[in-house]
């Protein structure tokens, strides 16, 4: 089994930052890709950036220019650098990675997904 453990999320004022980042654990030949989506109130997840193996990354627009993705390859982790935060930014954020498992016979890629950490912009 993968497990994802989540952690940095919180209270932060309007134009604050706050880093999250999201560690993999269990049986782990490779992963793909790491990233982060999120989940606001009556709104559906959606994503909000990750990074691949060659350190290829996307952004949704909304977050482009004030946060950061970054990974360790070597540690199974995922980071998420954001600055300049505005209520609009206040969701449920998921870490989310492709991980490839060797189940004998076969080596096989599953989505796992991470429990979630509040993240609340707020004066």
């Known amino acids: 089994q993968v497990q994802l453990v989540e952690s940095g999320g919180g209270l932060v004022q309007p134009g604050g930052s706050l880093s999250l980042s999201c560690a993999a654990s269990?049986?782990?030949?490779?992963?793909?890709?790491m990233g982060w989506y999120r989940q606001a109130a009556g709104k559906e997840r959606e994503l909000v950036a990750n990074i691949s193996s060659d350190d290829s990354t996307n952004y949704a627009d909304s977050v482009k220019g004030r946060f950061t993705i970054s990974r360790d390859s070597a540690e199974d982790t995922v980071y998420l650098q954001m600055s300049s935060l505005k209520s609009e930014d206040t969701a449920v954020y998921y870490c989310h990675a492709e991980v490839a498992t060797y189940v004998q016979p076969y080596l096989i890629e599953n989505d796992y997904w991470g429990q979630g950490t509040q993240v609340t912009v707020s004066s």
């Open positions: 269990g049986n782990i030949f490779n992963i793909n890709t």
